[in-house]
């Protein structure tokens, strides 16, 4: 597993996007459990392929499975804070994309957490890998391209 | 368990706050998992009791407890859609108070789901029925009056 | 919302189920968050359909949705501490069906919480009431019979 | 992020325990979703600390936080089948420890995830590094000297 990239700031996600906590987020040390953030990261994936390219996640013939995902914990979270989360191209393979993420305390500028995640498109079917749809890979590429 | 009160429109609601879903909250059949809707009120009323009255939930010496729960899901939702969640108190004895939920989704008039939620406070070492604190007290007895 | 069945004993549920706890079910009081209780209760139901009928929930015409859900909480949970959920069929309607749920601690007696559950069948695709697939309720009709 | 160990068998791992999965467990896609091999992953590293050492989570002076945590997904995994959960020590610092995890379908040879974790202990009132609990320091040096 590849190191997360350098801290980054907001400026460098393609992507930001608000996230609301939960009760049940907080654990026993009252800051939001590690798992959560995963939550919120395939979330901010998911949700700007949904929204921004306006994918049928379910209707497509390849389903973005998870290869590998990774995060590290920079400073503690906890509800009823509202966050940002950070989404970024990292690599734009043929079958697999990596991005990069950003869990962001709402008015705070350090991130609290960096995250790495690969998605691997596989045929709905057979499982067998298969080239990233045509429309994710659009809005993937503009988005890159975007950066100037 | 007694009946959740009669439909109500987001105006009937004391309070009413947003929340944004997760990829994860959709279950198998591609819709929030009925679960998560029990996460949310728990979320909109301690949400409420935090950051309305400055309450540190872990500082007090009383806690609120669930007693009892119960939902009625007359809509189905799904992420990635945000929603909103309302809450209105029923009744404020001396240990328990009862509120009445409702789950919005974003834009859309009817709720999608009605909750009713008793909260007991028990004195947090001996866990034993005790006062709801005074500062909820105060916060929700201005919020019934302020209904006019 | 109708009172969940009186505190019933283990011997009364149809089907007994084992449940392991995580530490992410446990909230900031350090007991198990009370939406984790309906995590469990539906999947002692759902598991109970498919392992016991072989039933494959993804392939079937029809869905049970919950319509409606509540529970008591009568005893504080924590992991990690496992569990037992018990299942009892309330009422076998012709597109509906009442379950009863209690949830214990491993290795005591009275219930953690009683709950209630209401399924709706409907159709996959228009979502209006259909009947009761014929492998659930053959499953169901058995469990009842068997109470002697 | 250093790559997880090399695939693991279940006899490689320290402690195996059993873990049930839920309904709510599988997303959209009918399998488990990704951020629930973090909490599987968590549970059996703190059900060992505590039932094991008899550690008392929240009396210690010192609190584990997650800094670092990673997942390679090697084959889908679903709901209703229960799984063991494999914990190795990698790595005992003074302040912080490294773990190896292995996540493995019951009755099934191959791990389906292989995941890394880093605990690192602070001083439950500044947050700063400190020493790892001696009871846990005893329980995973057993552990590492156990394997002969």
Known sequence: MAEPAEPLTRGDFDRLVTATTRWSDNDMYGHLNNAVYYELFDSAINGWLIEAAGIEVLALD?????????????????????????????????????????????????????????????DRRDRRPAPIPAAVRRLLESAVEARG
Do not use: N
């Open 62 to 122: 390849q389903v973005g499975v998870v290869a590998e995902s990774g995060c590290r914990y920079l400073r503690e979270l906890s509800y009823p804070r509202p966050l940002e989360v950070g989404v970024r191209v990292e690599r734009l393979g043929r079958t697999s994309i990596t991005y990069a993420l950003g869990l962001f305390a709402m008015d705070e500028e350090p991130p609290a957490a960096l995250g790495r995640w690969v998605h691997v498109y596989v």
